[in-house]
């Protein structure tokens, strides 16, 4: 079993930038893929970036070319670099852990893009 904790959410203004972080419990070695995924207020669940085992990455279209997402495996890290935000970018934003023995998911943390 996986746990996933995030942190780095916060309120930031229009055109700012936020770095989200998720530490896991674990190695990666068993993942498929790690992922950031969002939620808006009345909305589903949407992916944000993925990164894969073998470091491919994808991106949602609406965040390619302000966000990115990159890993730190010896300390089992997975960040979200998020730039030039918008009021849209606002959500719960989840950790995600593809793994073969299931999916893990952390509790979120709160991106508030407000002036």
């Known amino acids: 079993q996986v746990q996933l904790v995030e942190s780095g959410g916060g309120l930031v203004q229009p055109g700012g930038s936020l770095r989200l972080s998720c530490a896991a419990s674990?190695?990666?070695?068993?993942?498929?893929?790690m992922g950031w995924y969002r939620q808006a207020p009345g909305k589903q669940r949407e992916m944000v970036a993925q990164?894969?085992?073998?470091?491919?990455?994808n991106y949602a279209d609406s965040v390619k070319g302000r966000f990115t997402i990159s890993r730190n495996n010896a300390e089992n890290m997975v960040y979200l670099q998020m730039n030039s935000l918008k009021p849209e970018d606002a959500a719960v934003y989840y950790c995600?852990?593809?793994?073969?023995?299931?999916?893990?998911w952390g509790q979120g943390t709160q991106v508030t893009v407000s002036s």
């Open positions: 995600r852990a593809s793994t073969s023995s299931g999916n893990y």
């Open positions: 674990r190695s990666f070695f068993s993942t498929n893929f």
């Open positions: 990164i894969f085992t073998d470091g491919v990455t």
